[in-house]
C-alpha cells in the first residue's frame, strides 16, 4: 500500500481542530484550503509521522485492531505512539479551550475509524426469510381437514364393495365424492380404469382423486383434465361425446329420443358446435383450459345435471334450439346429402339474405368451411352460420360478420364497403315499392347508433361496444329484419322487456319450435296419426 496515497485520501477529511494552531482559526483555514494543505504536508513529512503510519498500514494488513493515538479528547492521553507535534517540544502554545460539540467536521461523522475495530467493512450474513412453497406439479395438496372429510366419504360409498365399484355403481361417487355432474361417471370411470377391467376399486380412487391432488382443483380444471386425451393441452370435440352419449341415455328429458339413435347423434353434435361456437374463441378447434374458465359451460352442465326439463338449459343443451335449428338445415338441404349450396342458403329465413352477403360466406372468410367439399356447406358450418345470424348480440356474431364486410381485411368497415352491400338491399326495397332509404341516410343512422371513435370508419371494437350492432347488420343484407327494425314491431319490443336475460337467438328459437312443432302436429292430424286438433289453442303470437 502506497503512504503518499493514503495520504492524499486523508487530507480531503482534515479535522483542523486536530492541528492544535491556536493562532490559526478554523474560518481562515476554510477560506485557505491551501493553507491547510502546507501544514499537513509539512506534518506527514515529520520522521515520527512516517513511522506512525507505516504502523497503522501494517495493522491494517494483519487485520489487528487500530487505535487512533491523539483521537480521543481527553487531554492526558498520550504514549509512545502519540503524534509527533510540528513544534519542538515545550515551544508549542497553549491549546485553546474547545467547545464541547468539538470541530464541525468530527460532529459530522457518525462513527470514528477506532469505532470500527477495522478498515475493512463488517458485511453480516443476510437473514435467509423461507418462502413457502408456491408452486405444485400436481396441485396443492389438499388439507388435513379436507382429506378426512373426502376419504371418509369414499369409505362409505365403497364399504359394501370391497372389490370395487362396476361402471353402474358409480355414479353417486362422481356426485357425491367429486361433486362433478352425474353424466360425467362414464368419463371419469373410464380414466381411472386404464386397463379396462370393468371396475373401479377405492385405492384405484384415491390414487386418482386424493393422491394426485385433484381434489383441490377448481371444477374447470378437474373436468378439463377428465375429459382431455393424455399429454394433449386442449379439448377436441370428440372429447365431449362420451359424456352427451351418457347425458342421452339417463337424462330424463331425453327419453323419447331412445328410439331414434341418429337424432341422438344430430343433437350431440349441434351442442358440441354450440359449446365450440361461444367458448372456442380462436375457432381452431382446441378448446383450452383458460377458455374453458372463461365461458359459462361449467354452470349449464350443473344446471342440466339438475333441470330435468332440458328446455329450460337454454345455454348449450335446449332441444329446443337443436330441434329449431336441425330442422332448418333440413329444409336447405333439398337432396338430403346433408351439404347444402349458395342458392339453398339464399333461401334462408324466407330469401332474407342479400346474394352478396352469400357470396361472402361461401367464400369461406368469416370462416373455413369443414365440408371438404367445394361451394358445399355442411351441418357443422351451418350451425355456426345460424347462430350468428339469429343472435347478432354474441362477439362471435359480430366478428362473423365483421369479417364478412371488411372487404379488403384491413380490419375496419368504410363507408364504401358498408354501401357495397346496401346497393342490394335498397334495390330489394324499391322491388318491394316501398319508399327507399337513401345511403347517406342509412349512413348517419348507422353513425349515430354505433358512436364509433372516428366518423370515417367503423371497428370491431366500436361494434362491440354498442347493444345495437346487430341492426347494422341488418340493415346491410337482411331484408326482413331491416323492415322490422323499421316498424319497431311492439310484440318484439315487448317480449325483450319482459325476458331480458333471453338473447334474441332464444327467442328465435322458441318461437320457432312452437311454429314447426304446430306445423308437425297440423300433418299428423292430416295424416290421420294424431289425436283431433285443438282449435281453442293459439299461438301466442
Same mark, same amino acid.
Given at each position: 500500500?502506497?503512504?503518499?496515497?493514503? /495520504?492524499?485520501? +486523508?487530507?480531503?477529511?482534515?479535522?483542523?481542530?486536530?492541528?492544535?494552531?491556536? @493562532?490559526? &482559526?478554523?474560518?481562515?483555514?476554510?477560506?485557505?484550503?491551501?493553507?491547510?494543505?502546507?501544514?499537513?504536508?509539512?506534518?506527514? &513529512?515529520?520522521?515520527?509521522?512516517?513511522?506512525?503510519?507505516?504502523?497503522?498500514?501494517?495493522?491494517?494488513?494483519?487485520?489487528?485492531?487500530?487505535?487512533?493515538?491523539?483521537?480521543?479528547?481527553?487531554?492526558?492521553?498520550?504514549?509512545?505512539?502519540?503524534?509527533?507535534?510540528?513544534?519542538?517540544?515545550?515551544?508549542?502554545?497553549?491549546?485553546?479551550?474547545?467547545?464541547?460539540?468539538?470541530?464541525?467536521?468530527?460532529?459530522?461523522?457518525?462513527?470514528?475509524?477506532?469505532?470500527?475495530? &477495522?478498515?475493512?467493512?463488517?458485511?453480516? +450474513?443476510?437473514?435467509?426469510?423461507?418462502?413457502?412453497?408456491?408452486?405444485?406439479?400436481?396441485?396443492?395438496?389438499?388439507?388435513?381437514?379436507?382429506?378426512?372429510?373426502?376419504? $371418509?366419504?369414499?369409505?362409505?360409498?365403497?364399504?359394501? !364393495?370391497?372389490?370395487?365399484?362396476?361402471?353402474?355403481?358409480?355414479?353417486?361417487?362422481?356426485?357425491?365424492?367429486?361433486?362433478?355432474?352425474?353424466?360425467?361417471?362414464?368419463?371419469?370411470?373410464?380414466?381411472?380404469? /386404464?386397463?379396462?377391467?370393468?371396475?373401479?376399486?377405492? *385405492?384405484?380412487?384415491?390414487? %386418482?382423486?386424493?393422491?394426485?391432488?385433484?381434489?383441490?382443483?377448481?371444477?374447470?380444471?378437474?373436468?378439463?383434465?377428465?375429459?382431455?386425451?393424455?399429454? =394433449?393441452?386442449?379439448?377436441?370435440?370428440? !372429447?365431449?361425446?362420451?359424456?352427451?352419449?351418457?347425458?342421452?341415455?339417463?337424462?330424463?328429458?331425453?327419453?323419447?329420443?331412445?328410439?331414434?339413435?341418429?337424432?341422438?347423434?344430430?343433437?350431440?353434435?349441434?351442442?358440441?358446435?354450440?359449446?365450440?361456437?361461444?367458448?372456442?374463441? $380462436?375457432?381452431?378447434?382446441?378448446?383450452?383450459?383458460?377458455?374453458?374458465?372463461?365461458?359459462?359451460?361449467? *354452470?349449464?352442465?350443473?344446471?342440466?345435471?339438475?333441470?330435468?326439463?332440458?328446455?329450460?338449459?337454454?345455454?348449450?343443451?335446449? %332441444?329446443?334450439?337443436?330441434?329449431?335449428?336441425?330442422?332448418?338445415?333440413?329444409?336447405? !338441404? #333439398?337432396?338430403?346429402?346433408?351439404?347444402? *349450396?349458395?342458392?339453398?342458403?339464399?333461401?334462408?329465413?324466407?330469401?332474407?339474405? #342479400?346474394?352478396?352477403?352469400?357470396?361472402?360466406?361461401?367464400?369461406?372468410?368469416?370462416?373455413?368451411? #369443414? $365440408?371438404?367439399?367445394?361451394?358445399?356447406? =355442411?351441418?357443422? *358450418?351451418?350451425?355456426?352460420?345460424?347462430?350468428? +345470424? +339469429?343472435?347478432?348480440?354474441?362477439?362471435? &356474431?359480430?366478428?362473423?360478420?365483421?369479417?364478412?364486410?371488411?372487404?379488403?381485411?384491413?380490419?375496419?368497415?368504410?363507408?364504401?364497403?358498408?354501401?357495397?352491400?346496401?346497393? @342490394?338491399?335498397?334495390?330489394?326495397?324499391? =322491388?318491394?315499392?316501398?319508399?327507399?332509404?337513401?345511403?347517406?341516410?342509412?349512413?348517419?343512422?348507422?353513425?349515430?347508433?354505433?358512436?364509433?371513435?372516428?366518423?370515417?370508419?367503423?371497428?370491431?371494437?366500436?361494434?362491440?361496444?354498442?347493444?345495437?350492432?346487430?341492426?347494422?347488420?341488418?340493415?346491410?343484407?337482411?331484408?326482413?329484419?331491416?323492415?322490422?327494425?323499421?316498424?319497431?314491431?311492439?310484440?318484439?319490443?315487448?317480449?325483450?322487456?319482459?325476458?331480458?336475460?333471453?338473447?334474441?337467438?332464444?327467442?328465435?328459437?322458441?318461437?320457432?319450435?312452437?311454429?314447426?312443432?304446430?306445423?308437425?302436429?297440423?300433418?299428423?292430424?292430416?295424416?290421420?296419426?294424431?289425436?283431433?286438433?285443438?282449435? $281453442?289453442?293459439?299461438?301466442?303470437?
Amino acid at each position: 500500500m502506497d503512504i503518499d496515497r493514503v /495520504v492524499g485520501e +486523508e487530507v480531503c477529511c482534515l479535522d483542523t481542530g486536530l492541528l492544535q494552531l491556536p @493562532e490559526v &482559526s478554523s474560518s481562515v483555514l476554510k477560506e485557505n484550503p491551501q493553507l491547510a494543505e502546507d501544514l499537513f504536508s509539512q506534518w506527514i &513529512s515529520l520522521s515520527d509521522t512516517s513511522r506512525l503510519v507505516k504502523t497503522l498500514i501494517d495493522d491494517a494488513k494483519a487485520g489487528n485492531p487500530i487505535n487512533i493515538p491523539g483521537s480521543s479528547t481527553n487531554a492526558s492521553a498520550g504514549g509512545v505512539n502519540s503524534l509527533p507535534s510540528m513544534f519542538p517540544a515545550g515551544s508549542a502554545p497553549p491549546v485553546s479551550p474547545r467547545s464541547s460539540s468539538g470541530s464541525p467536521c468530527t460532529s459530522k461523522q457518525k462513527t470514528s475509524p477506532s469505532s470500527l475495530g &477495522s478498515p475493512l467493512k463488517l458485511v453480516r +450474513e443476510p437473514v435467509r426469510e423461507v418462502i413457502p412453497q408456491f408452486y405444485f406439479q400436481n396441485g396443492r395438496p389438499a388439507a388435513s381437514e379436507l382429506k378426512e372429510n373426502c376419504l $371418509s366419504r369414499i369409505n362409505h360409498l365403497f364399504r359394501n !364393495d370391497l372389490d370395487g365399484l362396476l361402471i353402474d355403481e358409480f355414479k353417486p361417487v362422481t356426485k357425491i365424492v367429486c361433486k362433478l355432474p352425474s353424466f360425467f361417471s362414464y368419463a371419469l370411470f373410464t380414466k381411472i380404469d /386404464v386397463d379396462c377391467t370393468g371396475i373401479v376399486t377405492r *385405492d384405484a380412487f384415491v390414487k %386418482y382423486w386424493v393422491d394426485s391432488n385433484m381434489l383441490t382443483l377448481d371444477v374447470a380444471t378437474q373436468i378439463f383434465n377428465i375429459l382431455k386425451q393424455p399429454d =394433449c393441452k386442449y379439448l377436441t370435440q370428440s !372429447d365431449f361425446k362420451p359424456i352427451l352419449r351418457e347425458l342421452l341415455a339417463t337424462h330424463s328429458g331425453l327419453e323419447f329420443l331412445q328410439n331414434t339413435p341418429e337424432f341422438q347423434e344430430r343433437y350431440a353434435e349441434t351442442v358440441i358446435y354450440r359449446i365450440f361456437y361461444y367458448i372456442n374463441r $380462436s375457432g381452431n378447434g382446441c378448446l383450452t383450459l383458460r377458455e374453458l374458465k372463461r365461458g359459462n359451460l361449467i *354452470d349449464a352442465m350443473h344446471h342440466a345435471d339438475e333441470e330435468d326439463d332440458i328446455n329450460k338449459v337454454i345455454r348449450y343443451f335446449s %332441444y329446443e334450439h337443436f330441434y329449431v335449428i336441425y330442422c332448418k338445415f333440413w329444409e336447405l !338441404d #333439398t337432396d338430403h346429402d346433408f351439404l347444402i *349450396d349458395k342458392e339453398n342458403l339464399v333461401r334462408y329465413g324466407n330469401h332474407a339474405l #342479400t346474394y352478396r352477403i352469400v357470396d361472402r360466406i361461401f367464400s369461406q372468410v368469416p370462416r373455413k368451411f #369443414t $365440408s371438404n367439399v367445394e361451394g358445399k356447406m =355442411c351441418y357443422e *358450418d351451418f350451425v355456426y352460420f345460424m347462430l350468428s +345470424e +339469429e343472435d347478432k348480440s354474441s362477439e362471435p &356474431s359480430l366478428e362473423y360478420w365483421f369479417k364478412c364486410l371488411d372487404l379488403d381485411g384491413n380490419g375496419v368497415l368504410t363507408p364504401n364497403e358498408l354501401q357495397y352491400f346496401y346497393e @342490394e338491399q335498397l334495390h330489394r326495397i324499391e =322491388c318491394m315499392a316501398q319508399e327507399p332509404v337513401l345511403f347517406e341516410d342509412i349512413l348517419c343512422q348507422i353513425v349515430d347508433m354505433i358512436a364509433p371513435e372516428r366518423e370515417d370508419y367503423i371497428t370491431l371494437r366500436d361494434l362491440k361496444g354498442c347493444k345495437l350492432s346487430g341492426n347494422v347488420f341488418n340493415i346491410l343484407f337482411n331484408l326482413n329484419k331491416f323492415v322490422a327494425f323499421e316498424s319497431r314491431d311492439p310484440f318484439l319490443i315487448r317480449q325483450e322487456r319482459e325476458e331480458p336475460t333471453l338473447t334474441g337467438g332464444d327467442r328465435f328459437a322458441h318461437r320457432e319450435y312452437i311454429r314447426l312443432s304446430m306445423e308437425e302436429d297440423v300433418e299428423d292430424v292430416s295424416n290421420g296419426s294424431a289425436e283431433v286438433w285443438d282449435e $281453442s289453442f293459439e299461438a301466442p303470437f
